[in-house]
């Protein structure tokens, strides 16, 4: 199985709202990752987990709130945000150890809009 | 400062040609740099990987090649198909960095019929 699998494919939700997007992968990787991507923008890192704790947080506000409650998966809770924080996330997963290809395997993200 | 620059405007071409997209960094030593392909409202997919000390990767119809002293790497897709339309990223890691790489903003290929 080499699929991330991320729900929902698109949340709108409000500014006072509290949601949570969820990633899912069953490759063995020990590292996963949120991303932001905003339209015809590299992915933007906001966290990593590494061996199932946070390893970076790339200064992100604290209205994004992740969490790994096992090696499988990933969610991130989002309370609070802000219009600007529309963007499509993505989740990725990959091996830790450098020996092998660091190669990121992407799921097909959620599409958030934010009212 | 460090910069990964990869061509902002789209590349269009006929159905057959050769397409290539180029990847230029500056301020890196990457241990490796990797291809991926993102469509539309889409996560990016992993197309290929080249390391630091290979010049030139294959795979099907996708060839990548890496000049560490050029501090670029040309990613060329023969015989294009519309099918192969998307924006393709770079991405690199640092010798001795984090096991992260870092992506750039990717460039839109347009394969006409």
């Known amino acids: 199985d080499t699929e991330v699998t991320q729900t929902p494919k698109h949340l709108v939700m409000g500014m006072t709202n509290k949601k949570s997007l969820k990633c899912e992968q069953h490759?063995?990787?020990?590292?996963m990752y949120w991303y932001k991507q905003k339209a015809k923008k590299p992915p933007e890192l906001m966290f990593v987990?590494?061996?199932?704790?946070?390893?970076i947080n790339e200064s992100v506000p604290s209205r994004f709130s992740p969490e790994c409650p096992n090696s499988s998966l990933l969610n991130l809770h989002l309370h609070a945000l802000q219009p600007e924080d529309s963007a499509l996330y993505l989740c990725?997963?990959?091996?830790?150890?450098?020996?092998?290809?660091?190669?990121?395997?992407f799921g097909p993200g959620t599409r958030l809009t934010v009212l | 400062s460090q910069k990964i620059e990869q061509n902002s405007e789209a590349l269009n071409i006929q159905e057959g040609k050769t397409a290539t997209l180029t990847c230029n960094y500056t301020?890196?030593?990457?241990?490796?740099l990797q291809w991926y392909r993102q469509d539309p409202g889409r996560g990016p997919v992993f197309l290929l990987l080249?390391?630091?000390?290979?010049k030139e990767k294959r795979k099907e119809r996708l060839k990548v090649t890496f000049d560490t002293t050029l501090k670029q790497s040309l990613f060329h897709i023969t015989a294009s198909q519309p099918a192969d339309s998307a924006t393709y990223l770079c991405?690199?890691?640092?010798?001795?960095?984090?096991?992260?790489?870092?992506f750039g903003r990717g460039t839109s290929l347009i394969v006409h019929p």
């Open positions: 991405a690199l890691d640092e010798t001795g960095g984090s096991y992260i790489p870092t």
């Open positions: 990725a997963s990959s091996h830790v150890d450098r020996e092998f290809t660091d190669t990121q395997y």
């Open positions: 080249i390391r630091e000390n290979e």
């Open positions: 490759m063995g990787h020990r590292a």
């Open positions: 301020n890196y030593s990457p241990a490796y």
């Open positions: 987990y590494s061996y199932e704790k946070l390893s």
